[in-house]
């Protein structure tokens, strides 16, 4: 059974960082590409970082130089460390999977994880 557990969420002051965790179970994870979403209250969920299994990066243009994807095989982990955080950070954030990176960056990966709440006060 495949899981991806998503940790880390809270609520925090714009300005400050929060580091997200994404567990992986049941999947081989070094030949998985893996990806962080956000979805935000009335909108639709958008890619925020993307990883690839040999841990090239990419992020979209409104988080970009705040946060960082990363990845620990070793672990069966992925990270998302947010800093500088902004109101509109706030949202529900998701940990994605999947062997084909198209798939994965595009909104159709092979596994969700189930959220966790990011609220950015101002």
């Known amino acids: 059974q495949v899981q991806l557990v998503e940790s880390g969420g809270g609520l925090v002051r714009a300005g400050g960082s929060l580091r997200l965790s994404c567990a992986a179970s049941?999947?081989?994870?070094?030949?998985?590409?893996m990806a962080w979403y956000r979805q935000a209250p009335g909108k639709q969920r958008d890619v925020v970082a993307g990883?690839?299994?040999?841990?090239?990066?990419n992020y979209a243009d409104s988080v970009k130089g705040r946060f960082t994807i990363s990845r620990d095989n070793a672990k069966n982990t992925v990270y998302l460390q947010m800093n500088s955080l902004k109101p509109e950070d706030t949202a529900v954030y998701y940990c994605?999977?999947?062997?084909?990176?198209?798939?994965?960056?595009?909104?159709?990966?092979?596994?969700w994880g189930q959220g966790t709440q990011v609220t950015v006060s101002s």
């Open positions: 994605a999977a999947g062997s084909s990176l198209l798939r994965v960056v595009t909104g159709s990966p092979d596994y």
């Open positions: 049941g999947i081989t994870f070094s030949r998985n590409h």
């Open positions: 990883i690839t299994y040999d841990s090239t990066t």
